[in-house]
């Protein structure tokens, strides 16, 4: 049985974390606001600034790529939450051809200014990748 002390006096349970985002708007345009509210009035809170909010998440964020066994390119973003835990957000998915159809185009070699040494090695790597990809089927088949 809770007696009157405990009545009057809000439990942590009761307060709302919340994040508000810089708004136009607002007096806050400038900052990310963090704290907590109990019945909807805020309790406790701190601004950040948008800078050091945005160097902090993308100083922690990771980008990943991944090839299907299909031969599809899958990027990823990971980005560490409070709990230390790494939200995954996948994007778009291509296929390999796709993509070394587009690195290939005329107008991309020129703007990467890449040179036959730089084809002759992309050749090598995918001759390595080919040669990968056979050992695998053959490992498949005898399974």
Do not use: W
Request: proline share 6%; with cysteine; hydrophobic share 45%.
């Amino acid at each position: 049985m809770r007696n009157y002390r405990d009545v009057m006096k809000p439990q942590a349970s009761d307060l709302e974390p919340f994040i508000e985002a810089p708004d136009a708007a607002s007096p806050h345009a400038d900052v990310y606001r963090f704290g907590y509210r109990l019945d909807g009035a805020v309790v406790s809170a701190v601004d950040l600034p948008v800078e050091t909010v945005e160097k902090l998440l993308l100083s922690k964020t990771m980008l990943s790529a991944r090839i299907t066994p299909c031969g599809e390119i899958v990027p990823g973003l990971s980005t560490p939450n409070v709990l230390g835990d790494l939200g995954q957000a996948a994007e778009i998915v291509s296929s390999i051809d796709d993509l070394v159809r587009e690195t290939l185009s005329a107008e991309t070699l020129r703007m990467e200014e890449a040179t036959p040494e730089d084809l002759a090695l992309l050749f090598s790597r995918l001759e390595r990748a080919i040669a990968l990809v056979r050992t695998a089927i053959d490992r498949a088949s005898n399974n």
